[in-house]
């Protein structure tokens, strides 16, 4: 097999100064990508700023003999959003591959979470996934080619105690994730997501000791490399990886029950049924769910 390469390609990867997005930057700048480097340098709870955590990549990958620039523009808002796509289009003139990987953690349980830590996380993930893809992949529109990989997370497949904020913005990517797999798939722009696994700031105390020394962020990177890739084979889907494990993770439906005039008194005494996971589908679309397609 031949080395997957991505020569003349441009890629930007945020939250890139340090783990996982680190690791997506170094892995595709050896491999050929011009890298736009974004990280705003703040804390794992979204304050402050340090320039220095971006432009140590850069160096790094400069160091190697590949091309990056840092950007430290945060991707909470649309301005500040649109301004990583131009420093792009300035620095390389053009735009293939967008690594959504800028986050930040605020956790705490539900009674107690404040309004002001479940928009902030929000605005992060999932607003910020939206300011940096949205007028990027008007480009890629454009330009009929197109990569966007997002960071979703095991919370927001299958929630998690304590992470409300961060899991609805980590689940909202998926649903974000699918609806420009389906509206990009005719100018050849694909979307998907990874649910990674990996020692870095955000799991520190977190994860078990197992972990911390199997799940590095640089044995995720290959997964996200391959999906940002222009032989990729799938759009819309969402991959876990961790420690060498890829996986698909996936939305589907049980074969439930159907009944004309259907009573409370109905789904109680079918309720078994309804959740009985033999014979599952996978919807591909909403029509698709509803038998409309």
Sequence with gaps: ??????????????GAGGGLGRAHALLLAARGARVVVNDLGGSVHGEGADASAAQKVVDEIRAAGGTAIASTHSVSSAESGRAIVETAVK?????????????????SSFHKMTAEA??????????????????AYAMM???????????TSAAGLYGGFGQSNYAAAKAGLIGLTKCIAIEGEKRNIK???ISPGANSRM???????KGLLTFTPEIVAPVVAYLCHEDCAVSGETLTAFGGHVGRAFIAETTGID???LTIE????????????????????????????
């Design 1 to 14: 097999m031949s080395e997957y390469r991505f020569d003349d390609r441009v890629a930007i990867v945020t």
């Design 91 to 107: 620095e390389f003139g053009r735009l293939d591959i967008v690594v959504n990987n800028a986050g930040i953690l605020r956790d």
């Design 118 to 135: 479940f928009e902030a996380v929000l605005s992060v993930h999932l607003l910020g996934t939206f300011y940096v893809t949205q007028p």
């Design 141 to 151: 529109r454009e330009a009929g080619y197109g990569r966007i990989v997002s960071t």
């Design 191 to 193: 979307a998907n997501a």
């Design 203 to 209: 799991t520190e105390g977190i994860m078990p000791e």
């Design 259 to 261: 009944k004309e005039g």
């Design 266 to 293: 109905d789904v109680a005494a079918s309720i078994d049924e309804v959740m009985d996971v033999d014979g599952f589908k996978v919807p591909a679309t909403a029509y698709e769910s509803l038998g409309l397609s």
